[in-house]
């Protein structure tokens, strides 16, 4: 049946992240870094196409929200979500250009740009990684198992051991929980 192999193909995914402890120790790192930006008056900034777009806002809603508790918003976007924006500079320059324009403009040293692309291959995703690292961003890649060219832009590689996209995606959205769920607890931590 389609159903129960999807989900153990989910479950062999997870499976995989968990006995990487090379993986888990950079998720962890990427969390320290948040909350440490977040710390220094910084701000986490996400970006993907489709899919991972979806992610990205919702990972940034996470943490200028909230995720298990009420606490003091964290300063998080997803730079997507201006459609007027986004179109005008679609049109006027390239689609290309969409992120790097708008972290050329917003983004400053300290900040962190969460990049979300499952091949790692998205041109626009790749040209903001630059401009990142130009201005002095942290920048930290999520893709699927190889990196795609994003990897040799990022100072951070979460590469989800699949290179099926509704896979990665599961774990993309799962990682981000956890680097939420982590950098809550550090920021505000609950007695338990």
């Known amino acids: 049946m389609r159903i129960a192999e999807s989900i153990k193909q989910?479950?062999?995914?997870?499976?995989?992240?968990?006995?990487?402890?090379g993986l888990i120790e950079t998720i962890r790192e990427v969390a320290s870094h948040c909350a440490e930006a977040f710390c220094n008056?910084?701000?986490?900034?996400?970006?993907?196409?489709?899919?991972s777009a979806a992610d990205?806002?919702?990972?940034?809603?996470?943490?200028?929200?909230r995720f298990y508790y009420d606490r003091p918003?964290?300063?998080s976007e997803a730079l997507h979500v201006n459609t007027s924006y986004l179109t005008a500079v679609a049109n006027d320059y390239s689609y290309d250009e969409v992120y790097s324009r708008i972290i050329k403009g917003s983004g400053n040293e300290g900040d962190i740009l969460?990049?979300?692309?499952?091949?790692?291959n998205s041109t626009n995703i790749i040209n903001a990684l630059k401009v990142a690292n130009e201005l002095g961003l942290i920048t930290i890649g999520m893709t699927g198992e190889t990196g795609g060219k994003m990897k040799e832009h990022c100072d951070y590689l979460i590469n989800v051991p699949s290179t099926d996209t509704p896979r990665i995606q599961e774990s993309h959205i799962m990682i981000g929980h956890i680097i939420c769920e982590l950098v809550e607890a550090a920021l505000f931590p609950k007695e338990q």
């Open 41 to 51: 008056g910084n701000k986490v900034l996400f970006c993907g196409n489709g899919g």
């Open 73 to 75: 918003p964290l300063p």
């Open 114 to 120: 969460i990049a979300i692309s499952t091949s790692g």
């Open 56 to 65: 990205a806002q919702h990972l940034a809603a996470e943490f200028s929200g």
């Open 10 to 21: 989910s479950i062999e995914t997870k499976q995989k992240i968990l006995s990487d402890t």
